[in-house]
């Protein structure tokens, strides 16, 4: 049996065959009623077939990849680009759909046909398939020739959209498809092509449109043009751009309208920044940091608008506050105490203000959190009346925590108001000075029974302590520890009374035993206690020892009250008093009249003391004793007696004795704990470096304490000079500016 040899089919006939079924195809393409036979579509692929199996010299496969590019071209040269040059504009852009729609049918009828020559022949030739040839050919011959007016039509339209008018939006998207499948994977031909003119001429649309607006509208008008701009941008890249041109489209947007324009828009008279700010336009500002962060560096102005605002409103504030001092001299001490008062409260509210405008506006970003410290921090340090911010801190804290305080607030407000202080805290530079009035007030609090609650006292502790580290809480937490003890010491000192019964101090005694390191140091001076009271001291000194033999008690007499009765003709009054006030009075006791000498020798007080003594109990409102002369100041050649005339509607009175104004003291302990502080910074960083330059160990040094105090440069000058001395440091022989540790 032999196998019959198939029948050699010649280039001619083959191409025959297969351009019936081409001119077919093309019939479709152009709308005739025709179509595709399941027979036809078979012969075709096997002409292919055939053609390309055929032992040389007919194999075919190279005319027909030929003739398969031949195809396309003929028809693009008839039918496609004929009807293509007869359109403009919109129409163009119609029939360039079109026909790029029935390119790709055709593309892919074709390559069926030709199926087998993409199988084998290209691949073994490494030759562009099929479907690419098809492309290209499209390229090379239309798009190369169009692709300028195509770009031309298409950008006018888009000008037309921004101008307001109606477009077909699906038609672009359609022809900007041509432009991103034409570059076959690469977007060089979208770019190139569409891209770069659609961007520049984007430009220069708003470059137009800024120079008017400028002009014509206020700074939030203008914005909210802006704004609306840019979102009717991104909406065009959603519904016919590419998506790769949204980054660049909306930063020539952002650039023209914004960029170009930014200080005239934030200093715009009578509608910027300032204005903004001035007027809470809360709307407006929220809109201008969403529209400036999205330019470089566009919050840099924005931010620095905002730090200068606050930084001087803050600062009309310090002056109204000096003001209102400076003209209620009557009445000074209350009326400056409450002006101080109120000055805090609208420092707290001022910060609650703009941090809110930090949290809302500029959501929480660091550059206006920097810029709210900053403003802060310069006005946040300028003193008040003579006193500075640390100290108007602490008496503020002062006035919430005792009883009896000018603001009455609910147990959340006082938490509150708390936390806004400790904040407040983060701004000013002299923390430790804050420490030291706050630790004074603190300890008048505890030890006169003026605190209102022990949980404030606490909590603020605890602000205190996550806001400045344990050091800085660590002697304030003792002394409220000291207080809880004392009353122990105290329960304690009544069951040793109680079971002693042959020991009797005579009166009603209560002692506060501190730690020494704990408290403010105050001066223990020998007053001589009146015979009743020595008694007392005696007895609870037997009791302690009973408790602990290795501590030695100094007593404070300036801090002891007494409640003694005045045995007055009129009727009995209880006299509640200092000790010393007690122990001047009790003299009265065993003599009528007394000069101030024999006052003072008794006593052993300093003169200071004695004066104050007097006149709390001659010249102020209660006159217990009297005068000679009946001047308002005390002088050493006055006489005392008891004025047994006294009468009061009360049956108990409190006779306070004018306090020492302990600032000066303050400053000068803060001052010299600073001098440790620097003493100790330098030892340790030189311990650490052996060898350091000078102007290294005092950057190293500021940054060390900077978080308690800001130090003086020649502060630090001054103790390495000191240090020298005492031999922790020498100065190199060879450079003066270069110290060694000496261990």
Request: aromatic share 10%; with cysteine; charged share 30%.
């Amino acid at each position: 049996m032999t196998i019959q040899e198939r029948k050699v089919i010649d280039l001619n006939e083959g191409w025959a065959t297969m351009q019936k079924g081409i001119s077919t195809l093309k019939d479709i393409l152009e709308g005739k009623p025709v179509q595709f036979q399941t027979e036809e579509y078979m012969t075709l692929y096997t002409t292919i077939y055939n053609m390309c199996t055929q032992k040389p010299p007919n194999d075919f496969s190279q005319q027909l990849y030929d003739k398969y590019k031949e195809a396309f071209e003929d028809y693009i040269n008839a039918n496609v680009l004929p009807s293509l040059r007869e359109k403009h504009d919109e129409f163009m852009l119609r029939e360039l759909v079109k026909r790029w729609e029935d390119h790709k049918v055709m593309v892919r009828w074709l390559s069926r046909f030709f199926f087998y020559l993409d199988r084998y022949f290209i691949s073994r030739r490494s030759l562009p398939g099929l479907n690419d040839v098809g492309l290209l050919c499209f390229r090379d011959l239309v798009y190369l020739e169009f692709s300028g007016k195509v770009k031309d039509a298409v950008i006018s339209l888009i000008d037309q959209e921004r101008e307001g008018d109606q477009i077909d939006r699906a038609l672009l998207k359609n022809v900007l498809g041509i432009f991103v499948e034409i570059g076959m994977g690469s977007m060089d031909c979208y770019e190139n092509d569409f891209e770069e003119a659609m961007l520049i001429d984007t430009a220069a649309y708003y470059s137009r449109n800024a120079s008017n607006w400028i002009l014509e509208d206020s700074c939030p008008d203008y914005m909210l043009k802006a704004e609306e701009c840019l979102k009717k941008e991104k909406d065009r890249v959603s519904h016919y751009l590419h998506s790769s041109s949204e980054i660049k489209l909306l930063e020539k947007v952002q650039h023209e309208l914004l960029s170009v324009y930014v200080s005239q828009l934030l200093e715009k008279e009578h509608s910027g920044c300032h204005v903004l700010l001035r007027d809470d336009k809360v709307e407006d500002l929220s809109r201008m940091f969403r529209l400036f962060s999205k330019i470089p560096q566009g919050l840099d102005p924005v931010s620095n608008t905002f730090k200068q605002h606050v930084t001087a409103e803050g600062s009309a504030l310090v002056k109204q506050a000096e003001d209102a001092a400076s003209n209620k001299k009557a009445d000074k001490r209350d009326v400056v105490g409450l002006q101080e008062q109120m000055f805090v409260r609208k420092i707290i509210e001022l910060h609650d203000k703009y941090m809110t405008y930090v949290n809302d506006c500029f959501l929480n970003h660091s550059l206006f959190h920097k810029a709210l410290k900053e403003a802060f921090e310069v006005f946040c340090n300028k003193g008040v009346a003579g006193s500075s911010s640390a100290e108007l801190l602490a008496s503020f804290c002062d006035n919430i925590l005792k009883k009896g305080g000018s603001e009455k607030l609910s147990d959340e407000a006082i938490e509150e108001t708390l936390e806004k202080v400790v904040k407040l805290l983060a701004y000013i530079s002299d923390k430790d000075l804050f420490a030291e009035f706050y630790r004074k007030k603190l300890a008048r609090r505890l030890l006169f029974d003026k605190s209102a609650n022990d949980d404030h006292e606490r909590s603020i502790l605890t602000k205190l302590k996550q806001q400045c580290g344990g050091q800085f809480t660590s002697k304030m937490e003792g002394m409220v520890t000291d207080l809880t003890l004392a009353r122990e010491h105290q329960t304690g000192f009544e069951e040793y009374l109680n079971s002693n019964s042959h020991v009797n101090p005579g009166i009603d005694l209560t002692v506060t035993v501190l730690t020494t390191g704990f408290w403010p140091s105050y001066k223990s001076f020998d007053l001589n206690l009146p015979e009743e009271m020595v008694k007392c001291v005696e007895v609870f000194k037997a009791f302690y020892e009973t408790k602990t033999k290795h501590r030695k008690l100094t007593w404070i007499y300036s801090l002891g009250t007494c409640n003694i009765i005045g045995k007055f003709d009129s009727k009995p009054i209880e006299l509640i008093v200092t000790t010393y006030q007690a122990s001047a009075l009790l003299l009265f006791n065993t003599s009528d009249r007394l000069s101030y000498p024999e006052i003072k020798t008794q006593l052993n007080l300093t003169d200071d003391d004695v004066a104050r003594v007097l006149h709390s109990l001659s010249c102020a409102k209660y006159k217990i004793l009297i005068k000679e002369p009946s001047t308002k100041a005390i002088s050493q050649s006055d006489y005392f007696e008891f004025n047994s005339k006294f009468t009061d509607k009360m049956r108990r009175i409190k006779i306070p004795l004018p306090p020492i104004d302990e600032k000066k003291k303050v400053i000068e302990d803060v001052d010299k704990d600073r001098r440790y502080a620097i003493d100790a910074s330098i030892v340790r960083i030189m311990k650490s470096r052996k060898v350091l330059g000078h102007t290294q160990l005092v950057t190293e040094c500021v940054e060390q304490l900077n978080r308690m105090f800001k130090p003086d440069f020649k502060a630090i000058k001054k103790r390495i000079e000191d240090l020298i001395t005492r031999d922790y440091l020498e100065r190199d022989k060879e450079n003066p500016n270069l110290f060694k540790y000496l261990a």
